[in-house]
DNA sequence: TATAGATACTACGACAGACATAGTATGACA
DNA sequence: TGTCATACTATGTCTGTCGTAGTATCTATA
């Protein structure tokens, strides 16, 4: 299991990388992200729902409601300025990535 | 530059990695450090100074006086839990780095 | 010899992100 | 009818980093 300090920073680009693909809301959000981690990273509920709302704030993503499914939710879809700042992520990654790597042997 | 949040968790790391080699003191790591990055990174001194007293609290690294200089200093050397840390520490790094990167396109 | 700048360290408080805990409410299924 | 998974909300805590501000010593230089 990872520690949450280490990925501090990096939720919002796994919440990105998503709703790259197409809207979603934190259930579900929750499940992709242990799966794709295979469970070496899962992401508290409470954590997810905050940093949704952090970025619907930014205007990286906008929220509707959904209840064709039978369950009400709460879906989220990606905007264009969170287009942007997913992609800036990835470059920044790349960087700290570089940095940090010269601090590993 | 590089933001603090995707940093936080890898200040320990980059202090230990010079303590690996050999006894140092704040302002030095200091200097390293924003060496080593290029100035991509720059560790604000009350964030080395807490992370100091934070390793030496763990059992990590060990504080003498040195006054030999001319300046009085605190120097910290790396103990044997220190440099079990450290290699934990690399370990885990190439673990968040292929889970990171699974989210990044 | 004063004075500016680099060095070396300390104290205290603020802040943000992740988390713990606890709860509500609905649908599915046996 | 009751249990489990789903979907979400509220509130407060903790930790690491940073901002600000201060003390004190050494070095260089005018």
């Known amino acids: 299991m990872i520690s949450s300090d280490m990925i501090r920073g990096y939720v919002d680009t796994m919440i990105l990388y998503f709703l790259m693909d197409r ?22 509920e409470t954590t997810l729902y905050s940093a949704l709302s952090r970025l619907e704030q930014a205007g990286y993503v906008a929220s509707f409601s959904d209840e064709s499914s039978g369950k009400r939710r709460t879906y989220y879809r990606l905007l264009e300025a969170g287009r942007d700042y997913y992609e800036e992520k990835c470059r920044e990654w790349e960087l700290i990535k ?4 010269r601090f590993i042997r």
């Open 98 to 101: 570089q940095v940090i790597e």
């Open 23 to 44: 809207p979603s809301y934190a259930y579900e959000l929750s499940r992709q992200i242990r799966q794709r981690t295979q469970e070496k990273y899962i992401l508290k």
